[in-house]
């Protein structure tokens, strides 16, 4: 149990153009969604957080702007990143969090990641 | 603000060494310690958990201590194994399920 899908697993565009990104909770709701970027052989930094219904909250220096967040249903979030550049490129990962009681409460289960790559 | 720093960076050791994996934190304020594996281009695959109550956790040949007063975690690995290559991430979490990630130890494990 407790298994997030992302899509694509990689996706390669071309500069300028906007790509979205899924993140599925599959087998339980999830209120909360967050979204990290990683650069090679660095750490996954958190980009936002993403609640269900509502605005999503961004960490210092991520361009809400560019970086739109849709946390639409309990199970599915999306982030689509407008007019990309060759600086966005990077490997996206989401994580999904289970209601506070359910399986831990407060643990967070990662997807596999997005390897996007901007031409 | 959280800072966690993971120490070595990257350890090469043969098979059937015991290792350890050492993870430090700033702020001692926390409500979980996990431990992820890595493999390269891939997602994360969660190890052990540690909750800010626990002193230890312990998953197979993997054994994860916390000391959170003093800011510090060990994952130590028995009897590795080639399959244990990765890089391997500590992360903590503190404020409203927020998580901050070490930059990762990269492990190799040679035949």
């Known amino acids: 149990g407790a298994v997030v899908s992302q899509h694509p697993s990689w996706v390669i565009c071309k500069s300028g153009t906007s790509v979205k990104i899924e993140c599925r909770s599959l087998?339980?709701?999830?209120?909360?969604m967050f979204w990290y970027r990683q650069f090679p052989k660095q750490s996954l930094m958190l980009m936002a957080t993403?609640?269900?219904?509502?605005?999503?909250?961004?960490e210092q220096g991520v361009e809400k702007d560019k970086f739109l967040i849709n946390h639409a249903s309990l199970t599915l979030s999306t982030l689509t990143v407008t007019s990309a550049h060759p600086e966005d490129s990077s490997f996206y990962i989401c994580?999904?969090?289970?209601?506070?009681?359910?399986?831990?409460?407060?643990?967070?289960?990662f997807g596999p990641g997005t390897r996007l790559t901007v031409l | 603000k959280q800072e966690v720093t993971q120490i070595p960076a990257a350890l090469s050791v043969p098979e059937g060494e015991n290792l350890v994996l050492n993870c430090s934190f700033t702020?001692?304020?926390?409500?979980?310690l996990q431990w992820f594996r890595q493999d390269p281009g891939k997602g994360l695959t969660s190890l052990l958990l540690?909750?800010?109550?626990?002193r230890e956790q312990t998953s197979g040949r993997l054994n994860a201590s916390l000391d959170k007063s003093s800011g510090r975690s060990t994952l130590y690995i028995a009897a590795s194994q080639p399959g244990d290559s990765a890089t391997y991430l500590c992360?903590?979490?503190?404020?409203?399920?927020?998580?901050?990630f070490g930059k990762g130890t990269m492990l190799l494990v040679s035949p």
């Open positions: 994580s999904a969090m289970t209601p506070s009681g359910f399986r831990g409460g407060d643990t967070q289960y």
């Open positions: 087998d339980f709701q999830a209120t909360t």
């Open positions: 540690i909750q800010s109550s626990q």
């Open positions: 992360a903590v979490m503190s404020g409203y399920s927020t998580l901050t």
């Open positions: 702020d001692s304020a926390i409500y979980n």
């Open positions: 993403s609640n269900e219904g509502s605005k999503a909250t961004y």
